[in-house]
């Protein structure tokens, strides 16, 4: 069973504009909420997170929102840049010991200039 | 200062075949982990490494295993090599376990023929 789900494979943005990349988990026991960027041939690079007890995280043109009784997340990019284009991870880390992650199955943002 | 870095890129086995891949954790981190990325999916957890001992463990059959050695890198081998285990390898490296973010190195390409 998928804990972690991104349902949009792909999404299409116009530079500039803002770009909404969506999450959904179903396991109310996560207690912290990542965003993780990947280029081709590169490892994850993290981007931004937020803890189980807040509601908004931002730092810069990344926010990020969660929303607990929708067990549900989104990651806003305000501009977006064509640099933004890469695929984009949700990742979600349990309160037992350790810092495992469970991750979605991403989004591939392309941003057109 | 070094990020993660991991060897080999890449790497073709034949089926049956035995596998170790090499990582080294972004300096001062002392946790690592391991994840397996299949092609179009999300990275899956597959064990964590802290003081040398197997702190947590995914889904992955006992033909998984690692090491951590005294410096913080770490071993993943694969025994009895399947097909299915064709996948990209992410090593992830923290500082302690109960860090929330991970910093991941560029991967392992195995091919399983």
């Known amino acids: 069973d998928q804990q972690v789900k991104q349902n949009s494979p792909s999404l299409s943005v116009q530079e500039g504009r803002i770009s909404i990349l969506n999450c959904d988990y179903t396991n109310s026991m996560f207690d912290y909420f990542l965003w993780y960027k990947k280029y081709p041939a590169e490892g994850p690079t993290f981007l931004i997170s937020i803890s189980s007890i807040k509601d908004k995280n931002e730092d810069g043109r990344f926010t990020v929102f969660l929303n607990k009784s929708a067990k549900h997340l989104s990651l806003h990019i305000v501009p977006s840049q064509p640099g933004d284009s890469a695929v984009y991870f949700c990742a979600a880390r349990g309160n037992n010991a350790g810092n495992m992650l469970t991750f979605g199955g991403g989004t591939r943002l392309m941003v057109k200039p | 200062d070094a990020g993660v870095t991991q060897s080999p890129t890449h790497l073709i086995k034949t089926r049956g075949q035995q596998v170790t891949l090499r990582c080294s954790p972004k300096?001062?981190?002392?946790?690592v982990s391991w994840y397996q990325q299949a092609l179009g999916q999300g990275p899956q957890f597959i064990f964590q490494?802290?003081?040398?001992?197997?702190?947590q463990r995914g889904n992955f059959p006992d033909r998984f295993s690692g090491h951590q050695f005294p410096n913080y890198s770490s071993e993943l081998n694969v025994n009895a090599l399947l097909l299915g285990d064709s996948a990209l390898y992410l090593c992830a490296s923290s500082l302690a376990l109960a860090s929330v973010e991970q910093y991941f190195g560029p991967g392992t390409r195995l091919t399983v023929t």
């Open positions: 490494y802290y003081e040398e001992e197997e702190r």
């Open positions: 300096s001062g981190h002392d946790t």
